[in-house]
């Protein structure tokens, strides 16, 4: 990782309502050692989905795939000072930031900031269930009656400590490790986005999960947030962002010999083309757009919404929507159909590998034989792999409960039409 510069800081975190904790911050902030982000930045929820999605992988799918947990938590603590560097004007000692949802978060915390003063504000029960993390506590009546005097408290504690030892951080390299050497699969769900993703890295040049599906860009949306950008600054985020996920992707490229390019899968990305256009703009971005009757019907066999064949129509309407709306901002950018990946998937791989800029070879062309028929979806998929299996399947009324929803952009597409 980018080295640090000699001066350090000390993170305080408080565990607290928001009414409990704007009070301290207000106190704080009028201290000249202190810096209070504003608007709060409330690093440790916006993490939360980072730090569950690890914990739940176990290892073996979303961001724990990429990485180890020891390199993860380094990864996010820099990311936290990056994010709060902003604020760290001459002369401060400490970062003030809040939680106002401890009582679930706090068993991460130590693993982000092991060097951070906890404060817990609230009443017994809840001090009493993040107690294991917690330096100092107060009841939330107390702080409440004299936040002054609370704020006090807590300035001679962490004061009281040695050298604060929080890094911090010199700004991201200007330059990107994946730099151009991005590859993202786009689509909405049970439309090929998984079988595309295998094909494309039956490179040797393109490396990537087994599934694809690492979550890491849903997962850092919420330090997209407007108070986030506000607080940090946008260029402080978009570089904090690409580093962090540099940091982890990078580790695929070493796991496969030869790769030089990654890829990445996640059906959820199709609702964070922003971010994406401004974090990642180098990229390669594909589109894999499947007949909605059939994407509807295969996520209503593999339990969506209870099988609610609307709410899956206005899912897919959504997904691909968003795609094409969101199109634009994407230099790199290709839109292909399930239904010609199915038809010849030697030729359409052919082309976007030379699209992407890898080196056509007979290892990759053999490779890619193994994966043509594969069945990777693991969700109860409706007979063999296909098109138009929502004509042998699906009764005129449930056809006509998607295309309420649906007809629009099937028509837009070219799904409806004299071929019906």
Not at 224 to 248: H, P, Y
Request: with cysteine; aromatic share 6%; glycine share 8%.
């Amino acid at each position: 990782m980018t080295g640090s510069r000699a001066r350090s800081y000390r993170p305080v975190i408080v565990l607290a309502d928001d009414a409990s904790a704007g009070r301290l911050e207000a106190s704080l902030s009028r201290r000249p050692e202190w810096a209070v982000p504003r608007p709060r930045l409330d690093l440790l929820a916006a993490f939360g989905r980072l730090l569950w999605g690890f914990e739940t992988g176990d290892g073996s799918a979303g961001v724990s795939s990429l990485t180890s947990r020891s390199r993860f938590d380094l990864a996010l603590r820099r990311l936290a000072d990056l994010l709060v560097a902003p604020w760290l004007a001459a002369g401060t000692s400490n970062v003030l930031d809040a939680c106002t949802d401890g009582a679930r978060l706090a068993p991460f915390l130590r693993s982000v900031w092991p060097d951070a003063v906890v404060v817990a504000v609230g009443d017994a029960a809840a001090i009493d269930a993040v107690s294991d993390v917690a330096d100092l506590s107060f009841a939330t009546a107390e702080v409440a009656a004299n936040r002054d005097e609370a704020a006090g408290r807590i300035a001679a504690y962490v004061g009281a400590r040695p050298e604060p030892v929080g890094a911090l951080p010199a700004p991201p390299a200007s330059t990107s490790r994946l730099g151009g050497r991005l590859v993202v699969v786009l689509g909405a769900a049970r439309s090929g986005t998984t079988w595309l993703h295998r094909m494309l890295s039956a490179h040797p040049q393109l490396a990537g999960t087994e599934t694809g599906e690492t979550w890491l860009f849903p997962d850092i949306a919420p330090l997209w947030t407007t108070k986030i950008r506000q607080s940090a600054g946008e260029t402080v985020v978009v570089g904090a962002l690409r580093e962090f996920c540099d940091e982890l992707l990078v580790g695929l490229l070493s796991e496969a010999r030869g790769a030089t390019h990654v890829c990445e899968k996640t059906p959820a990305t199709v609702w964070r083309l922003p971010m994406m256009a401004r974090v990642f703009p180098d990229a390669y971005y594909v589109h894999v757009v499947r007949d909605g009757r059939d994407a509807v019907l295969s996520m209503a066999h593999s339990g969506f919404a209870d099988g609610d064949l609307t709410a899956a129509a206005r899912t897919w309407v959504d997904a691909v929507n968003r795609v094409r709306q969101g199109s634009s901002a994407l230099p790199n950018f290709r839109e292909v159909r399930y239904e010609q990946l199915f038809d010849d998937p030697r030729e359409l791989v052919g082309q976007l590998w030379d699209w992407i800029g890898l080196t056509p070879s007979a290892e990759a062309s053999n490779l890619l034989e193994h994966r043509i028929g594969e069945r990777v979806t693991p969700l109860m998929p409706v007979g063999d792999i296909g098109v138009g299996k929502w004509r042998a399947v699906l009764s005129p009324e449930q056809r006509r409960e998607i295309e309420a929803v649906a007809a629009p952009l099937l028509s837009e597409l070219g799904y409806l039409g004299a071929a019906e």
